[in-house]
């Protein structure tokens, strides 16, 4: 008896959704920014998780994951910046006070 | 054998369904951020029941030591008055939240109803077939069909601009 594949998904598809939750409901931008991490963990769980059910002897879906995680970070280090960046100018960084652009 | 690491699945699952749950509902951001750790540790973890080691290092060694501690540096340089007063509009909780609900059946919908096409004939060669490190370093190295060189290079030049643009942009002027 073996992990059905289907079970992998669903709690893939879980971590995702709640990561969609979070990242409609926060206000703060780290916190909206720790939602997308959710997000993106779960696609390349998914990544990894059809790779070695659907095509156990290729290994493409595992460098997709290991280049997504590296693109991750480096997403998360620009946004971060930017965070920083905004933070100094407005002095908050609740996404409500993010309206400079329209004046 | 096989009981484990059904038993350990679950337990792995639950763990890291509740530690995201607490990583979007947390009121200090700093919380979330360590629930955040916790849930992409059980990922590494389930990384390791799929037999992919290699992968579960980057993970533990990229996530957990690397982005973490870059979201900490973060929250602690833009904490002054924390956000425990963040006030949620009931309106907008209850809209993500029948968001994410109807996304979620729809998907889980789906990938219950599917037929995956190589599915059913590969589940015996699941068991110990771990990726080989060399195979790896091959692959990621190699120019032919199937083999990453470009993408790594690619991805080399993409984290260069990274590190050229987090610094233009958070610096003082």
Redesign the interface.
């Known amino acids: 008896?073996?992990?059905q594949?289907?079970?992998?998904?669903?709690?893939s598809?879980?971590?995702?959704?709640?990561?969609?939750?979070?990242f409609?409901?926060?206000?703060?931008m780290?916190?909206v920014?720790?939602?997308l991490?959710?997000m993106l963990?779960a696609v390349?769980?998914n990544f990894?998780?059809f790779n070695?059910?659907?095509?156990?002897?290729?290994?493409?879906g595992?460098?997709f994951?290991?280049?997504g995680?590296?693109?991750?970070?480096?997403e998360?280090?620009?946004a971060?910046?930017?965070?920083?960046?905004v933070?100094?100018h407005i002095?908050?960084?609740?996404i409500r006070k993010m309206n400079k652009l329209k004046d | 054998m096989?009981?484990a690491?059904?038993l350990i699945?679950y337990a792995l699952?639950a763990f890291?369904?509740g530690m995201?749950?607490l990583?979007?509902?947390a009121r200090r951001?700093l919380h979330?951020?360590t629930y955040?750790l916790f849930?992409?540790i059980g990922?590494a973890g389930?990384?390791l029941?799929?037999?992919?080691h290699f992968?579960a290092a980057?993970?533990l060694s990229?996530?957990a030591g690397?982005?973490v501690i870059?979201?900490i540096?973060?929250?602690f340089?833009?904490n002054?008055?924390d956000?425990v007063s963040?006030k949620?509009r009931p309106l907008?909780?209850i809209?993500?939240?029948l968001?994410?609900?109807s996304?979620?059946c729809f998907?889980?919908l789906v990938?219950?109803t599917h037929l995956?096409?190589?599915?059913s004939a590969?589940?015996t060669?699941?068991g110990d077939?771990e990726?080989n490190m060399k195979?790896?370093g091959n692959?990621?190295m190699g120019t032919e069909k199937?083999q990453?060189l470009l993408?790594f290079e690619m991805?080399s030049i993409?984290?260069l601009a990274?590190?050229i643009?987090?610094?233009l942009?958070?610096r003082?002027q």
Do not use: W
């Open positions: 008896m073996i992990v594949m289907e079970h992998y998904l669903v709690v598809a879980l971590m995702f959704f709640i990561g969609v939750y979070g409609i409901s926060r206000k703060n780290i916190a920014l720790i939602s991490e959710l963990n390349e769980i990894s998780v070695r059910y659907l095509y156990p002897e290729r290994l493409e595992m460098f994951t290991l280049f995680i590296a693109i991750t970070a480096a998360t280090a620009v971060l910046a930017i965070i920083i960046n933070y100094r002095g908050d960084i609740n | 096989d009981i690491s059904l699945f699952a890291m369904l995201s749950l990583a979007v509902t951001v979330a951020a955040l849930v992409l990922t389930l990384y029941l799929l037999n992919y992968l980057v993970q990229v996530y690397g982005i870059l979201f540096f973060a929250i340089l833009t002054e008055h956000s963040e949620h907008r909780l809209l993500a939240g968001g994410a609900v996304g979620l998907t889980v990938a219950f995956f096409k190589n599915y590969n589940t060669i699941l077939n990726v195979i790896i692959t990621l199937y990453y993408p991805l993409l984290l990274c590190i643009g987090g610094i942009i958070a003082k």
